[in-house]
């Protein structure tokens, strides 16, 4: 019943930009936390960025004055806009639905590739 459907992943050159998305369904989306984790090929999944059900951003220092996380309560979504992308970048990122509560509530995304190359 609960689903996040993440979009926007694809290929984009060094120094570019994208936008990824997380779609929500079957949950109330306004009092989750939502957050976006990577995991590069042969590497630990890593947090990224989170948005509090009150708007309040965090990044990690990687990606901290690139990326930009961002929600639409209206539309039970959640944003990732990445800019200057780099090729340390590429990864398979993730959606992921923290409850403030209850962490039976905590659902993840199927995730969505990001590569960055030349």
């Known amino acids: 019943q609960v689903q996040l459907v993440e979009s926007g992943g694809g290929l984009v050159q060094p120094g570019g930009s994208l936008r990824l998305s997380c779609a929500a369904s079957?949950?109330?989306?306004?009092?989750?936390?939502m957050s976006w984790y990577r995991q590069a090929p042969g590497k630990q999944r890593e947090w990224v960025a989170g948005?509090?059900?009150?708007?309040?951003?965090n990044y990690a220092d990687s990606v901290k004055g690139r990326f930009i996380i961002s929600r639409d309560n209206a539309k039970n979504t959640v944003y990732l806009q990445m800019n200057s992308l780099k090729p340390e970048d590429t990864a398979d990122y993730y959606c992921?639905?923290?409850?403030?509560?209850?962490?039976?509530?905590?659902?993840w995304g199927q995730g969505t590739q990001v590569t960055v190359s030349s």
């Open positions: 992921y639905a923290e409850h403030r509560s209850i962490m039976r509530r905590n659902y």
């Open positions: 948005i509090t059900s009150g708007g309040s951003t």
């Open positions: 079957g949950i109330i989306f306004s009092i989750y936390g």
